[in-house]
């Protein structure tokens, strides 16, 4: 029942830069950078007043028709999962019960689904109603929103803020039945769902499995949050373009942002059946965890990125000297920057100062628990094209960060790449892939 | 690609307890089997207007009684505090040290992980609707972000935004032990640490660990939390009763009780619980997860998730229904999750679902939601050593619908071998445990 190489045949994102990842694809190709000044509220009495918003789209255009309904229990996480979900299964050649109801090619018992989720936020306009209703002599009164405001909060409320719809929604609609999960490990949870996912099919629970991850960041709760703990840039909102600078000299903080990354895998023995295309391999996976009494930062010397990177290839049975791409977590905070760039050089050794290195987050922002599904969807497409874009905002590499920070475009060959990911928190990943045939 | 197929087995070989019924395992297990309730009036907040005004909390509880270190832990939210507490039995009873420069257990801490079922931190809801409060608009039905801004900059605290997060639990266990093996997180609303314990059961079979400090921590216990529940109509109104409010199985249940707690189990491969001689106190043998893939709203009306994971559970622990001896059901006192969830039982356990013992400790505990199924796994862990099954408390009325083999208001002593433990999540995702007494 179990196999032992798993691929990946799909491929969905929802980005600053675009609704599909076609489209975040030619955007990072072309250097384009989606953070903006906020528009989603107004931003004017923020320390940080940037973010990565997704462009417009209308949910219901993204669902079938028999489950339209559902839209309205859907917070923004749960729609831009459920964009990336329908765009990843498009793509490769499964059928299920949304794509065409007489077409299936799969058994849903078959199918697994491992997304992870961030802390959602509560839409506070939806609320305020309730709030306002409970304010007494001029204060928030408990009492009063046990009485008068709570009635006013729409019945079916907390379903929108569970973290474990944005999977429960995705499997209704496509008809997964299977092993179902949430990872919840915040700036990690899409590198361990794809990890988790590998593992359900290896072990034989399931043939196919979408995974990945999705957040949506652009919440004032969340951009306070961001600020009180100096994880976001204050000194660039009149340049967004050249706010977010992972690994960069001038560096000074996060963008956040919404997005959404997810991917089709499944067992290659399997794969075969429906005509799959393969873009790649899912060869090796790693994990560890910092142990940091600052929890908002990793430790300084990235001892337990070094450790995901070790157990990954070893996994993957793959040396330093096969891999061509390292997609980082790089947010742009210096301290992390700092601890994930000796992590890596700790694993790698000397081989580290020739991979090039791209990161992702100056151009689609720090997007929480979706991450890791975005990082892995730049990767394949890197990997399809042969091409690995320059990195943005990198002008002088920060001292001690010692990468090989991608300044021009590349054309080459790519047969191997490593994703890595961490949290604070302290939880870190990695995920080797590899191009498929090799 | 090299897929390390160890199958090792895997063992319990520490268990730790934080719940409404008492700070360590002992206790708890003794108050379960006295029938105790630990469901009371809400005392955390003011929640004297709210349509349910009990909860079942964790009372008179310290985190310093448990580490060296409290300064480590100190911002934690309630869930993490727990864990900390639980946490700390748990590896004692397994003999992992806490002294983690030099830990002198024989566990390689790159082969020692961390998997939880936990879930969010309170926010400080003065703060929070305090802000909103100063920041809507009425007259143009509006939020004035710019006022809301200077109220929530200085009224939110930083930590207390970090310790919301799902994933700091984790954090504070992995900082108490030292772990650096693999380290997740997972909210599958009420079946997170049923879930947590199967998937990092799967790890050690698979040998990417040796040991995982398993289970759950949550505490929904906070004003919005409590309006969320209240306004699904999922929880009992039944506050001139809080005691018997939590009646799993009965005609007038009436939803299900709040609780809150953290609840560890030490998994770890059999090879290693031998090379460390440390005692043995269960063997975990399967585990099934699936959805329901039906609607946000409701479990599939037949049962179809919650089959097909008891149904996964038992071939993954290659037995059939007849070798299981008790069942610790969801029975969460809802109308919906206990019709259903005995339909499902009827469907496995065919011939014999009148004959197994299925009863409900949500009775007496209340529900501690992200850590339910790990508090729940501990007692069948018990229920196996003591040959004894735990009672289905306040069942006095029973639903003439549901005819199983509650175990009505008492314990019973009988032989208890193999038991399966089931969780089913909001949202409909759905995990099974099976465990068996150890016999090498």
Redesign the interface.
Known sequence: M?C???VITGLGAVSPLGLTAGQTWDALCAGRCGIKRVTA??????TCQLAGEVPEYKIQQFVPKSVRK?TK?MSKDIELAVIAAREAVTDSAIVTKAIDEQNINVN??RMA?NLG???IS?D??E???A??K??EQG??S??????DG?EL???????K?????L???V??I?????????????EVSAH?AIA?AA?VI??G?ADIALAGGAEAKVN??VL??Q????RATTKHNDTPESACRPFDADASGSVFGDGAGIIVLENLDTAGKHGAKIYA?L??TG???????A??HIEPDG??VT?AIE?AL????VSPKDIDLIIPHGTGIPEDDLAEARGIAAALGKETSRIPVWPIKSMVSNTGAACGGLDVVAAVCAMRDGRIPAAKNCDKVADGCNLNIVRQEIKTNINCVLCTGY?????TAAIILKKFGN | MAYDRKNERVVITGMGIVCPLGHDVETTWQAILAGKSGVDKTTIFDASTFPTTFSAEVKGYDYCKYTKHPELHKDGNRGSKFAVGAASQACKQAAISLETDTPADRIDRKRLGIYLGAGEGAANHNAFFGAIAVGWDSANNQMDWEKWTDVAATKMQAMNELEQEANMPAAHLAMMTGARGPVRSCLTACAASTQSVGEATMLIRNGAADVIIAGGAHSMIHPLGLTGFNRLTALSTRNDSPQTASRPFTASRDGFILGEGSAIVILESLTSAQKRNVPILAEIIGYGSSSDAFRITDMHEDGRGAIQAMELALKDAGLTYKHIDYINTHGTSTQENDSIETKAIKAVFRERAKQVPASSIKSMLGHLIGAAGAAELITCVLAIRDNIVPPTMNLNDPDPQLDLDYVPNKPRKMPVNVVMNESFGFGGQNNVVIIRRYDD
């Open positions: 179990g032992s190489r798993v509220f107004n931003p004017a009495r923020f559902a229990l849903p018992r689904i989720a961030g802390l509560c506070m306009v609320l305020a109603p709030v306002a409970s304010v204060q928030f408990m009492r009063k929103w046990g009485k709570l909060v729409t019945p079916l409320w907390l379903l803020y569970l973290p474990n719809m999977a429960c929604h499997g209704i496509h008809d997964i039945q299977g092993p179902s999960n949430s990872i919840t490990c915040a361990i988790e593992e290896k072990r629970n004032p709760v306070m949050r600020c009180l703990l100096n391999e060869v090796g994990q560890s965890t910092s142990i940091n009494p929890y908002e001892k337990a450790i157990k070893e996994q993957a049975e949290t604070f928190g302290g939880q």
